[in-house]
């Protein structure tokens, strides 16, 4: 059972356009949201992270939205640029049973940014 | 410079046989994970240690053993390697402090069994 999904599969928007990725998820014991955005032959980095007890995170362009009454969340990238092309990880983790580091991935949104 | 230091950065491996992924970090990290991207998946967590203690196992197979000699390394063992197994290996660390901290990544192991 997939614990995080993430939709789309992939997102191509256009140059200063706002993408919008999207991301669910099963466990309520989750109490903390990172995004991890990956490039090609590269190691997935922070972009931006939530915890509930907020439901909107701003950091420049990107934002990330969280409902936690639908376990949803979503990531906006404003005034989108091609260097923003990448994939895209929701991940979710639980603090309280263990290591906050053990994180549970979504499939990835794979983003494109056309010029 | 880079903080966690993965050795090596590709692998080709014969199946059956066995190999030991290296990673080390110099971030002061307490705790220490191995993560596995396949083709197939995506970033899979496998294991995780907090003072060269381990916390969390996640890996249905033996023949995958983490091996912590010193606070800041963690090395992976797998043993009878099969095709299935190719995969880029990362491992990552935090200052785990039990509330939702950074997870750093090293660059990956990429292993090809053949």
């Known amino acids: 059972q997939q614990q995080v999904r993430q939709s789309p599969q992939s997102l191509t928007v256009w140059e200063g356009e706002t993408a919008i990725l999207n991301c669910s998820y099963e466990d309520s014991t989750f109490d903390y949201f990172p995004w991890y955005w990956q490039f090609p032959r590269e190691s997935p980095a922070l972009l931006i992270a939530?915890?509930?007890?907020?439901n909107k995170k701003e950091d420049g362009r990107f934002t990330i939205f969280f409902n936690k009454r639908e376990k949803k969340l979503s990531l906006h990238i404003t005034d989108s640029q091609p260097g923003d092309s990448a994939t895209y990880f929701c991940?979710?983790?639980?603090?309280?049973?263990?290591?906050?580091?053990?994180?549970?991935f979504g499939e990835g949104t794979q983003g494109t940014v056309i010029s | 410079d880079p903080k966690i230091i993965q050795k090596p950065k590709y692998l080709v491996a014969v199946t059956g046989s066995e190999k030991i992924l290296i990673c080390e970090q110099y971030l002061g990290h307490n705790a220490m994970y191995w993560y596995r991207q396949s083709a197939k998946k995506p970033l899979e967590f496998m294991f995780s240690?907090?003072?060269?203690?381990?916390?969390d196992n996640q890996t249905a197979s033996s023949r995958f053993q983490p091996q912590s000699s010193k606070k800041n390394h963690l090395d992976l063992q797998i043993t009878a390697l099969k095709p299935d197994d190719s995969a880029t290996y990362f491992c990552a660390s935090s200052q785990d402090e039990g509330s939702n901290t950074e997870v750093f990544f090293g660059k990956g192991t990429r292993l090809t069994v053949v």
């Open positions: 240690y907090s003072y060269q203690k381990l916390m």
């Open positions: 939530i915890r509930p007890v907020s």
């Open positions: 991940a979710a983790s639980d603090g309280t049973g263990g290591l906050s580091g053990k994180l549970t």
